[in-house]
């Protein structure tokens, strides 16, 4: 059984190895021509998955790592009747994770105090609560918006979500976590559009680690040149990998699509396909992983008389600073020409550093308040 896979996801030859002879690809390369014998095809975001890839051909079986599907066509998969899974929730601690350190920057940079602050989450799945949860923990207001959940009568939580404009009025600070959708009731293809940006609050702040096409970027740069915003992340852009220079300039601070890239999440998308892949065969899997020690084992610290802002900067920048990731695309944003600056992108996400979730890092928390300690372990931290 032949196995082309992406390359750049973790653990996914040895893995896939056990079922049969795997061929590893720079996903944004993969072609027909590889797949000409091929049984089972396995990528992240950066592989069109459609007729045009993989024409008459029948997989066996197809799995994308990663939690979005808008570079999938399912109808094409599912009239060829190829059996297809995603990675829903993957990395959703990861891109969590993310958004705790934009939201430490945040508060050291303009000296703000996280639990004075209501935070506006958008799209309330897999990663959204995963924020939500977070958001809690650091003593933050949290109001979510999300139709579709909102018209389920038997979902309780989302009975408590607010309209969209509601939100953007409300919150002091905005994340987007959307699928990228083109069409329908709950479209999300520049569902923040010139109305809904000049909508927010004065002097708010914004954050998207969704789809880059979820903000409409002329839009959102007419406001940016008004000075309506308190600062803006970008973790996903409209193009990729091609990014906008000029959004790039005025972005407070911009990573290259990386916030879900926690050793952890990639390796949870390996298994989740993995294992879907061993479902569809019949057979048992086969693949335990195991990860290497993190590069912060273990953080000592005297919580006496520090501010939460101060026991959070302690704690999350030694672990994720995004501010390490917004340093490395800096450079590549000189580059004029388009198909050099995508490659420079592609290479920063292929290339990643070993990042690992919070929960690899043990804490020895010392006089801390019960309040402290309570904060430390939700956030994920494991605690001595």
């Given amino acids: 059984m032949k196995i082309v896979c ?14 049969g002879e795997v061929v590893a690809l720079d996903g944004r390369q993969i072609g027909p021509g590889h797949l000409r014998d091929a049984d089972i095809l396995i990528t992240r975001s950066t592989t069109r998955v459609n007729e045009t890839l993989l024409g008459a051909r029948r997989l066996r079986f197809y799995g994308s790592g990663v939690i979005g599907t808008d570079h999938i066509d399912i109808p094409f998969l599912e009239r060829a009747g190829i059996p297809w899974c995603a990675a829903p929730g993957c990395n959703a601690v990861s891109v969590s994770q993310y958004i705790v350190s934009a939201l430490v920057r945040f508060a050291r940079r303009d000296g703000l105090r996280l639990d004075t602050l209501t935070l506006g989450v958008v799209g309330v799945g897999h990663v959204g609560r995963q924020v939500a949860a977070r958001a809690r923990a650091l003593g933050m207001r949290v109001v979510a918006c999300d139709p579709p959940r909102r018209r389920d009568p038997a979902d309780a939580e989302a009975q408590a979500f607010i309209p969209l404009d509601d939100l953007l009025r409300e919150a002091d600070i905005v994340t987007l976590h959307v699928p990228l959708t083109r069409t329908g009731p709950d479209a999300t293809m520049r569902l923040l559009d010139a109305t809904r940006l000049a909508g927010m609050r004065p002097g708010a702040r914004l954050i998207n680690a969704a789809r880059g096409p979820v903000i409409d970027s002329d839009a959102w740069l007419a406001l940016q040149a008004r000075g309506r915003l308190g600062g803006t992340v970008l973790d996903t852009w409209d193009p990729e990998p091609a990014y906008r220079r000029d959004v790039h300039a005025r972005v407070d601070w911009g990573t290259p699509h990386i916030a879900g890239h926690s050793y952890e999440g990639k390796v949870n998308g390996t298994l989740q396909v993995y294992r879907a892949a061993c479902r569809v065969l019949g057979v048992a899997p086969a693949f335990t992983p195991h990860l290497p020690s993190p590069p912060v ?6 919580a006496r008389s520090m501010s939460r802002e101060a026991l959070l900067e302690r704690l999350v920048l030694p672990i994720y600073d ?28 292929r290339d990643y550093p070993m990042r690992r979730e919070f929960s690899a890092t043990r804490v020895v928390l010392q006089n801390a308040t019960p309040e402290q300690a309570r904060m430390v372990r939700e956030l994920g931290f494991t605690v001595k």
Avoid at 325 to 346: K, M, N, S, Y
């Fill in 6 to 19: 992406d390359a750049n996801m973790p653990l996914v030859s040895e893995a896939f190895a056990t079922l």
């Fill in 297 to 302: 084992p273990e953080i000592e610290v005297d």
């Fill in 322 to 349: 995004l501010l390490s990731d917004d340093a490395r695309l800096r450079p590549t944003a000189l580059i004029e020409d388009d198909t050099q600056r995508g490659q420079a992108f592609d290479r920063l996400r």
